[in-house]
């Protein structure tokens, strides 16, 4: 039996997750769930999975919850700070991390200094603080198992491969609902347009940043640090199916692709299961309805923020850091209605200008730089 530390069990992936462990009852557990605004819906959790604690990571409103999740027998942990604590001391085999932004950095640290292996899902944390997290978790023996579909379908491609033998990997992308939009168009986009997703069902924020391509620039940065490869080894492709959830080419010239319908609950199995496979009744991808797959160069004029994404890397040191804060003050911005679609990009590359880079990315200066970013642009707003 494996015990799951699930951080962010009321969002998208937390609730897949919970799908695929319901179906796998004599295989995984839940020690610790966490919920960080949706208090019900933690609360109906610990009734059905009975975890042996879980953290509330927002405001509690209302101190009667402590007593109510007493009475289920559960402990209630609460603030930012409990995730922490709880990735430090409680007992679980595997961190999940499904936690939206860098929020979901210091847990992951704290778990991996444990030597807990970790199924992430949180792609903030890789482009935050990729160089630290990936060097800590080489100390302490621990995998960093990707969720993310394009990172599982690379870490599939990989099995059995030498790293010397990679020729460079493909990243496949949608290309968000805006993909055949002119740019002029970017100006007018509303909320509930850039929330609509073509292909995935996701939260609020990697819809958004599916809409800009900035999901992808993010995955080309997790991509970097997971896979130790060049930024010149790294490619984009637009594949609007998502079908192909991305590409291996080898020096020897042959590709290998992972391919299969878009659902989260496929990667995430995966990284519960790796190295081994465990039968499911998930829907099967059917060939002969998709008789045609299409690719195209991505348009990173029109993307501006793919754009920001491999220049950051590029720049090194903090600017992944100033960039992924940067880009998520400003999607929560344009979600209230406070700015629009097409200043997402130009937030974050003045962020980027404004900011004086520390090249060693060490956390003290990872943190200093996010929390920079986010004051600079809030300012800007
Ligand atoms: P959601 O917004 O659906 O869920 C986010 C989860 O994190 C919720 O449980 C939420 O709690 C919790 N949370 C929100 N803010 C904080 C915070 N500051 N501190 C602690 N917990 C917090 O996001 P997704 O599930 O879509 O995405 C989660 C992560 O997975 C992201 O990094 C995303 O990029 C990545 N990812 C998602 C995919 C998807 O298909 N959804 C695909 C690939 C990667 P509450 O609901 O109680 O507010
Ligand atoms: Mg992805």
Known sequence: MRKICLFGATGSIGKSCIDIVTQFPDKFSFTILSAHSDIDALFELTKRYRPQTVVFSGVLEKSRWVTDFRALGV???????ALE???SEAEYDVLVNAIVGAAGLKSTLRAIERGKNIALANKETLVTAGELVMHLAKEN?????PIDSEH???????????????????LTAS?????????SFF??????????HPNWDMGAKITIDSATLMNKGLEVIEAYWLFGVKLEQIAVVIHPQSIIHSMVEFVDSSIKAQMGLPDMRVPIQYALSYPHRLPNKLPRLDFTKYNSLTFFEPDTIKFRCLQLAFDSLAVGGTAAAVLNAANEESVWAFLDKKIRF???????EDALANHSNHKAATLENVLYSDQWAREFVQRKI
């Open 152 to 170: 599982s379908a690379l870490w599939q491609c990989l099995v059995g491969e030498r790293p010397q033998d990679i020729e460079r990997i493909i």
């Open 175 to 183: 290309g968000g609902p805006f993909r055949e939009k002119p740019k």
């Open 85 to 87: 604590s709880v990735a």
């Open 342 to 348: 097409d200043q997402i990009p130009v937030l974050i």
């Open 187 to 196: 100006r007018e986009v509303t909320v509930e347009q850039a929330l609509n």
């Open 75 to 81: 402990e209630l942990l609460v603030g930012p700070n």
């Open 141 to 145: 023996n621990v995998a960093i198992i």
